[in-house]
């Protein structure tokens, strides 16, 4: 009887808390934030002005970092992006962005505005936190605000879009020399955007730091908060520059290595000593022997006779080019890996020159 009762009590509760859920299923505004942006006391403006301010006096913005024992500054940034269509934020709002996502503990990089969820079917939890960004007309003075949300504060998160991962390039290297703020903001934004490593020095960081917070706060006695944008645009042109020169570097470097291809293939491999031809297989391993010491020069000499010459390998042999045949194996040494071998001349490329489009003579 008792057992009975216990468990009519129990489907009772159960039936509750169904009907009770169900009432809040209908009533969204019991489970969503009610996306209403209300004008804060002070403007957005000088509300990330402030922000920054504190970021740099704390010297915890993103874009700062610690130094290594060399004085070297090594950073990896990732950028915060749009949690529907997958583009990260630019300029300014990058920046506010990524200060804001680490003081909120630095676990999402995605972000999305109310509006935007529900297009998809989805929502944003009660009680969560959003992040108010700005888009800034500096012409007609006009201001839009949107309030961003982490994506984990969305439910229903597998109703979202799924975006491609991020760029990650960590060979990618933005080296950075300038201390005015719209430089060295507009370099690591490219960095951000590459998911590249951007590289600086504490001297080059601590001027930078301290000219930016210099700027703001006379911008904030000024009371022009809009400034914070301008720097943003500026920096914003620098970053797409920036890429734009290193897009043409990687084009170049491409076809550098195309043409060094083209230039070792050119030149059968063969032994001095003995005249034979390397071909076929043999042929591709030491076309890549000869790419692995950086070499053009095609002659391979084989050990032993390396050795009854009395001549001596080099101490940055990489490594040496092995014909099997018949179960014995035999190791040739390209000639430029030997010590006491006359260079020869060769028509190939200078890598000096990336942009030549005409062979020069390289003395291997």
Do not use: W
Not at 225 to 233: A, H, V
Not at 268 to 296: C, D, I, R, W
């Amino acid at each position: 009887m008792e057992q009975g009762n216990y468990l009519f009590n129990k489907a009772l509760a159960e039936r509750e808390r169904y009907l009770e859920i169900q009432k809040d299923l209908k009533n969204p505004q019991q489970t969503e934030v009610k996306e209403a942006i209300e004008e804060p006391k002070k403007s957005y403006n000088q509300l990330h002005t402030e922000r920054i301010l504190a970021s740099l006096k704390s010297s915890s913005a993103p874009f700062l970092g610690q130094p290594a024992k060399n004085a070297s500054i090594t950073l990896v940034p990732q950028a915060i992006r749009s949690a529907e269509t997958g583009r990260a934020f630019r300029g300014m709002n990058q920046i506010i962005a990524q200060i804001m996502t680490q003081e909120a503990g630095g676990k999402d990089y995605e972000l999305i505005t109310y509006e935007q969820a529900k297009r998809h079917g989805a929502g944003i939890k009660k009680g969560s936190v959003g992040i108010n960004l700005t888009t800034f007309d500096v012409a007609t003075k006009h201001q839009n605000v949107y309030r961003y949300y982490p994506k984990s504060s969305v439910y229903n998160q597998e109703k979202l879009p799924k975006l491609p991962e991020q760029n990650k390039n960590p060979e990618i290297i933005v080296e950075c020399n300038e201390t005015t703020p719209d430089k060295y903001l507009g370099k690591y934004l490219a960095a951000t955007s590459l998911g590249a490593r951007f590289e600086t020095t504490k001297d080059t960081m601590e001027a930078f730091q301290k000219n930016l917070e210099e700027d703001l706060k006379r911008s904030y006695d000024e009371k022009c908060y809009t400034r914070i944008f301008e720097l943003g645009n500026k920096a914003s042109v620098i970053c797409q520059n920036t890429m734009s020169e290193i897009g043409q570097q990687a084009r170049d470097g491409e076809k550098i290595r195309q043409k060094v291809s083209e230039s070792r293939s050119r030149y059968e491999p063969y032994n001095p000593v003995t005249g034979e031809k390397f071909v076929g297989l043999a042929a591709k391993k030491a076309q890549h022997v000869m790419g692995m010491s950086n070499s053009h020069d095609p002659r391979f000499l084989e050990l032993s006779d390396i050795l009854k010459a009395g001549l001596k390998l080099k101490e940055a042999v990489k490594e040496p080019l092995v014909i099997s045949d018949n179960g014995k194996s035999r190791f040739f040494y390209n000639a430029k890996d030997v010590e006491g071998v006359p260079p020869i001349k060769i028509k190939t490329i200078s890598l000096s020159q990336q942009r030549s489009k005409t062979d020069a003579e390289l003395q291997l």
